[in-house]
């Protein structure tokens, strides 16, 4: 330490900061390594349910029971994807699927611009109390919601509908925040330019607003894309009709009262889960944009 | 074409209609107050800019000079008052409704459209034809000379160019007015000169009226044709540029303008210039301050001619001239352009054309009089 404050004092600064650089090399060097350690570690933990995942599938009834557990099958079973795709109207239960997160993606698109937009540009009386009040309702944790929307929608008699699936799904705060903070970074005199040239409110949300805020659209479409497609335990709760399930639940199909089949159960969910991960590295840059450019970490 | 820039050489200017074929309006204001909250931003403005004309807005910061543009606009309105275009009143009307062409000072391109996009944009909300709506924005292209960058995006422009292209999405739904909020604030000062002069021209060949707003004193005197100056929310005088600085109607116009400011001095209604400018009796009672603009004041060898004796303090050397601080019996004076042996120490005699003396009474208003057969009263006859 000491002989780095002794450093040549008669150097220019650009060069006396290049000779600290040289010294502190080493320093660098564990300093990189530890981070690509724990984020290798980090990265390995969330891959390796993937892997035990597309494994299983692969393997036959014993090797997936086996313990210790068989981390590479003898031979894959490619036979189970076959299996498993008759063991159940995946067919319908696709469709369903598709139509729900379309439907459900769509709605709430169309809620969370407009919500957005109101909170970040129009001005009328209680916005700001509001919006705070809208803001905390994202602390109330998604499993407390679930017997209110239950009760609310038996009243309306829609359980065991399609509607029961979309109707909860079509708000979400959160997207309601992020684009929120996104509107707000629009300036002003864009939108006065746009008044003035003629356009409504309306017409300036949908042809300046929301092509300037494309990368947040993207990134909430694409979480509510997939959350809605893995959605689970609210089509579980709301449905009982074995036309109406979603992919998620019919793997249930592999549960039976005499034990589960892990084999076509895991060759079944990497089917379900394909589309999603497609999805994802596709648009991966999308995602991080849209939520880093909010101000949201995380 | 690429006639503008050289009918402009020596040939007498004819203004080329084309581009606005609708009527182009004057814009009245009656009895305008506007409030925030219980703050008064404008009060009891009553002005007409004259159909055709280049009017500046000009006054200091919080003057209220945006907020009246905004209200011309139409996104703001007036808590009292009525604010017409030509005869047709529009105080009621939104800035969708008003149809007027606006420039901001950031100039508030849509980012993500093309700059001909940008460009057809309000026609397109006026629901012009897909054909004509790029006839016409080619046509403006042309017009602010930005018609090589039309597929570019604004982000690709320099800031002028992008304050071109913005005064060429103003002009392209015809508006009866053209608004322009601080047009060239944000530009470098190469550019604020250039786009000062593309302004004027595109005014002259457009032929629209046009209000531009403005805290720069040396824009509002180059381009207009009238000059409404603000302050504390009241006009303090409407008139063409020449006499804005030449007849003030008050003190804040006569110090506001003029860079270096002009030199005030308490009126002796004993003293020299009293007697040597002949001020007849009613004036010389109301007179309690003299202004006289730096640049006005004349050294002479003449100690009989002197309106003002007094030993130089201070001088700064620019070039050929020299401009110099002088103190006078319990007053100091800035004098500019005088002669080059001036130096510092020497005690000096000046005096200035009767003409270039400004007088206001106690409550800083302009006091002037027409019989005394002076030239300021010849013209202000």
Known sequence: ?????????????????????????????????????????????????????????????????????????????????????????????????????????????????????????????????????LIATMMVPGELLIIPNFVTLSNFGLINTYAALIIPYLASVFSVFILHQNFVSVPDELYYAAKVDGCSDFRFLWSVMVPLSKSAIVAITILKVIGSWNSFMWPLIVTNDRMLRTLPVGLQAFTTEAGTKYELLMAASTLVVLPMIILYLFLQKNIIMGISRSGLKG | MDGHQKENAGVAFVPDRRYIEVNTLQVRFEDVTMTYGDKKVLEQIDFTFPAHSLVSVLGPSGCGKSTTLMLISGLMFPTEGRIFFGDREVTKL???????????????????????????????????????????????????????????????????????????????KEPSILLMDEPLSNLDARLRLEMREEIRRIQQETNITTVFVTHDQEEALSLSDQVMVLEDGAIQQMSTPRDLYERPDNLFVASFLGKPAINTLAFDPNGRIRRMMNIPQPYAGQIETVGIRPECIIATDHTQDALFRGEVTHIERIGRGVSAKVRLDGAEMLVTGLPAAVEEGQTINLTADDGDLLYFDQFGRSVRWSESGSSVGSAGA
């Not at chain 2, 008003?98 to 950031?106: E, I, L, P, T, W």
């Not at chain 2, 093309?114 to 924005?137: G, T, W, Y």
């Not at chain 2, 292209?141 to 992008?162: R, Y």
């Open chain 1, 1 to 133: 330490m000491k002989q780095v404050l002794e450093t040549p004092a008669g150097l220019p600064p650009a060069k006396r900061a290049s000779w600290l650089l040289a010294d502190a090399g080493m320093a660098d060097v564990l300093k990189k390594g530890l981070i690509y350690t724990a984020l290798s570690i980090g990265a390995i933990t969330m891959l390796i349910p993937f892997y035990w995942m597309v494994v299983t599938s692969l393997k036959t009834p014993a090797e997936a029971v086996a313990m210790p557990p068989v981390w590479m099958p003898e031979v894959p079973q490619f036979v189970n994807y076959g299996t498993a795709l008759e063991a159940a109207p995946f067919g319908r239960y696709f469709l369903n699927s598709v139509l729900v997160t379309v439907v459900s993606t769509i709605g709430e698109l169309f809620t969370t611009i407009l919500a957005a937009f109101a909170f970040a540009k129009m001005k009328f009386y209680g916005r700001s109390l509001l919006f705070t009040v």
């Open chain 2, 94 to 172: 939104d800035a969708v409704k008003r149809k007027v062409g606006m420039v901001f000072q950031n100039y508030a391109l849509y980012p993500h459209l093309s700059v001909l996009d940008n460009i057809m944009f309000p026609l397109k909300m006026a629901k012009v034809p897909k054909n004509k709506r790029r006839e016409r924005a080619l046509e403006l292209a042309n017009l602010v000379q930005i018609e090589d960058h039309i597929d570019k995006k604004p982000k690709q422009l320099s800031g002028g160019q992008q304050q071109r292209v913005a005064i060429a999405r103003a002009l392209a």
